[in-house]
């Protein structure tokens, strides 16, 4: 076990903590978001049943009600599988605004067949009712990206434990100080920074991936995927299946490199390191 320095004992002892609180904001953070958008689906339920949109203000109040919750749940379970597919792609900004082009496509059809009509309309009622559903994905996805950076209490609670949000110039003191000879990797997931530890551990931090580099630049190591850095030492090989290659530690765990940074790996002469059982 490496000591740390005398300056950086109160740091670590409050990642730990950090650390340890890390699940349970994880999972309040998830409830806070589901009541949040819960919330908001109601809300989007009630406007839309009470102002008669696409034409619905023809039928009565009950059957109006049934009609969008019907309708907005259904986009609710799209807009959901789409998100947790394509939000730690492309981040969640570009997720919603390729949902609100791509999922809205088959929404005129879906309308007309939860009113019991048939599916085939004219060019330019498609066209409304398409152009219309995607401003209302729109504004409601800024509604929701606002509400949960700015007023999600997980949100606030987190900034006010951490002192603020780490900032780059500031890395001694933040949340992300950690990096020491026992870190072997680091992983961005959303708002969170994975630290790979050479106990065979792994922590989760608050904090920005670039922050997170800052900190392990001291470190002789380098990235090899956009939200992954590897430390030299902690490479005990490098296998390859098919296209894929992957850096292997030394407690099996494996870390995928991606194409970009294939180059990088070869240069640190990774390549010529063999995993555990094919030397």
């Not at 009622?125 to 401003?135: D, F, G, M, P, Q």
């Amino acid at each position: 076990m490496v000591t740390a320095p005398a300056n950086m004992t109160s740091a670590n002892a409050d990642n730990g903590q950090f650390a340890d609180r890390a699940p349970t904001d994880a999972k309040r953070a998830s409830r806070d978001g589901l009541g949040l958008a819960l919330a908001i689906y109601a809300a989007l339920i009630v406007i839309a049943s009470l102002g008669g949109a696409f034409g619905t203000h023809r039928i009565e109040l009950g059957p109006r009600f049934a009609f969008w919750t019907a309708l907005i749940v259904w986009n609710a379970m799209k807009w959901h599988v789409w998100l947790s597919l394509l939000s730690k792609r492309g981040g969640w900004t570009l997720a919603i605004a390729i949902g609100a082009l791509v999922l809205n496509l088959s929404l005129p059809f879906e309308t007309r067949i939860a009113l019991g009509m048939t599916p085939a309309q004219a060019w330019n009622e498609y066209l409304r009712i398409y152009l219309s559903a995607v401003a209302i994905s729109l504004v409601s996805g800024v509604a929701c990206t606002v509400a949960v950076r700015h007023f999600s209490p997980t949100r606030r609670g987190l900034v006010a434990a951490h002192g603020g949000p780490p900032q780059p110039s500031d890395h001694a003191r933040g949340p992300l100080a950690f990096a020491d000879a026992q870190t072997w990797a680091i992983e961005a997931e959303d708002h969170y920074v994975r630290v790979l530890l050479a106990n065979g551990r792994s922590t989760l931090l608050p904090g920005r991936f670039g922050d997170a580099l800052a900190q392990v630049a001291k470190i002789d190591g380098c990235r090899i995927h956009r939200g992954r850095w590897v430390a030299d030492a902690a490479v005990a090989g490098v296998e390859r299946e098919g296209r894929v290659w992957r850096v292997v530690l030394p407690d099996g765990r494996r870390l995928g490199v991606s194409a970009s940074h294939v180059g990088s790996i070869r240069e640190r002469g990774w390549m010529g390191r063999s995993p555990p059982g094919r030397r």
